[in-house]
């Protein structure tokens, strides 16, 4: 059980430590010259205050995944992340040498400054970095 005002997440990173990730805001969808929803995301930013952690399998029922795909839970603090939403593709993350669509979490963030957002396995990463 969590109480508010314990900052639990940064405990957890002081044990398991950060992993350094690729955020790709979402901007917009609009769709293109032949009627396809093309989606835009900000230029990637290096963010390094979270952690990424696999999805255990045996949690894929009970959260209503795939299991055909692959799944990583990002635990972040201090960024509000948007996951997949009614007209809303959702941001995007680079981690570990993959690239992860957000698509839904639990918003600790105006408790305790804190989220835990799944993100779902779309392919390699691109290799765009940007240290910021």
Do not use: C, H
């Not at 390094?48 to 959260?63: A, I, L, M, N, W």
């Not at 992860?100 to 835990?116: E, K, P, R, T």
């Amino acid at each position: 059980m969590s109480v508010p005002g314990i900052d639990v997440l940064s405990i957890a990173m002081s044990v398991l430590g950060s992993t350094p990730v690729n955020y790709f805001q979402f901007l917009s969808s609009a769709p293109n010259s032949g009627a396809i929803l093309v989606t835009t995301y900000a230029a990637p930013v290096l963010y390094t205050q979270g952690s990424v952690q696999p999805v255990d399998r045996s949690k894929y029922e009970q959260f209503g995944l795939d299991l055909e795909k692959s799944y990583i839970v990002w635990y972040i603090m201090n960024l509000p992340a948007v996951d997949i939403g009614r007209d809303v593709s959702g941001d995007v993350i680079e981690a570990q040498g993959r690239r992860y669509q957000l698509v839904g979490g639990n918003n600790w963030y105006n408790i305790d400054g804190w989220m835990s957002l799944i993100g779902v396995d779309i392919g390699p990463a691109t290799g765009n970095t940007t240290n910021a």
